[in-house]
């Protein structure tokens, strides 16, 4: 991404409220206000007064705990970590939003830098077709935060994304809230594992999304999948 500078990196990712604050590298779980959060901007919104904070949710703490994940991954994993987290809010987080970085993991002779991301979102049975969830969760969150990184760099060869969501059948909002006692639906979780090279050549054009999938690693529910992408609508001259 490289346009905003490193003394920015942890400011802009504080540009966040968060509920509640538990791993050592970077988990946040809560209702997220994403005040200003975009991973370009080098502006500090101003400061809104802090709620009383629970254990490990300080400020200072949240801080501490980005320039660790920045010391060990670089800033490029603290913009992604933001990315992935504001994405998953737009998305349409019902149930709290987490994501952690595990570390590295090998697979297939390759080294990625491993984001696991609890997207809170319950897609409606209704609504969403069973091969739709996959392509969705790429769409919405993976592809848009991707899309934030001209040149990523990552002390790995590449990036994988872990999400996992849930799925229910509900008439709207209301009567999914009331379901919500009984159960958050059934769980899913699709993998991405995306080399860097790839993702530069997404982003310069050159390549499509589904071009960048083919070269990819997918796992639905931890077997191998194939995704396909629907065909992109014909812009209008």
Same mark, same amino acid.
């Given at each position: 991404?490289?346009?905003?500078?490193?003394f920015?990196?942890?400011?802009a @990712?504080?540009?966040?409220?968060?509920?509640?604050?538990?791993?050592?590298?970077?988990?946040?779980?809560?209702?997220? +206000?994403?005040?200003?959060?975009?991973?370009?901007?080098?502006?500090? @919104?101003?400061?809104?007064?802090e709620?009383?904070?629970?254990?490990?949710?300080?400020?200072?703490?949240?801080?501490?705990?980005?320039?660790e994940?920045?010391?060990?991954y670089?800033?490029? @994993?603290v913009?992604?970590?933001?990315?992935l987290l504001?994405?998953a809010?737009?998305?349409?987080?019902?149930?709290?939003a987490?994501?952690?970085? &595990?570390?590295?993991e090998?697979?297939?002779?390759?080294?990625?830098?491993?984001?696991?991301?609890?997207?809170?979102?319950?897609?409606?049975?209704?609504?969403?077709?069973?091969?739709?969830?996959?392509?969705?969760?790429?769409?919405e969150?993976?592809? +848009?935060?991707?899309?934030?990184?001209?040149?990523?760099?990552? &002390?790995?060869?590449?990036?994988?994304?872990?999400?996992?969501?849930?799925?229910?059948s509900?008439?709207?909002? @209301?009567?999914?809230?009331?379901?919500?006692?009984e159960g958050?639906?059934d769980p899913?979780?699709?993998?991405?594992?995306?080399?860097?090279p790839?993702?530069?050549e997404?982003?310069?054009?050159?390549?499509t999304?589904?071009?960048?999938?083919?070269?990819?690693?997918?796992l639905?529910?931890?077997?191998?999948?194939?995704?396909?992408?629907? +065909?992109?609508t014909?812009?209008?001259?």
């Open positions: 991404m490289h346009s905003t500078n490193d920015d990196i942890i400011p @990712a504080l540009q966040m409220s968060v509920s509640r604050f538990h791993h050592p590298l970077g988990r946040y779980v809560g209702v997220l +206000a994403l005040l200003a959060l975009t991973c370009g901007s080098s502006t500090v @919104a101003a400061e809104e007064p709620p009383p904070a629970e254990p490990g949710t300080s400020r200072k703490e949240i801080q501490d705990s980005l320039h994940l920045q010391r060990k670089g800033s490029d @994993a913009l992604m970590e933001g990315a504001g994405q809010i737009r998305g349409g987080s019902i149930l709290e987490v994501i952690s970085v &595990p570390g590295i090998e697979r297939n002779g390759k080294r990625f830098l491993t984001f696991k991301l609890e997207t809170g979102i319950i897609y409606n049975d209704r609504e969403v077709a069973p091969h739709e969830r996959s392509m969705r969760a790429w769409s969150i993976v592809e +848009a935060s991707l899309r934030q990184f001209h040149k990523p760099s990552f &002390p790995a060869d590449g990036v994988a994304v872990v999400l996992s969501y849930t799925h229910k509900y008439s709207d909002l @209301a009567d999914l809230h009331a379901q919500l006692k958050h639906g899913e979780a699709v993998s991405f594992y995306l080399l860097t790839d993702v530069v997404l982003n310069a054009d050159r390549i999304p589904q071009q960048l999938i083919d070269r990819s690693t997918v639905l529910n931890g077997e191998p999948a194939h995704l396909t992408l629907p +065909a992109p014909p812009s209008k001259n």
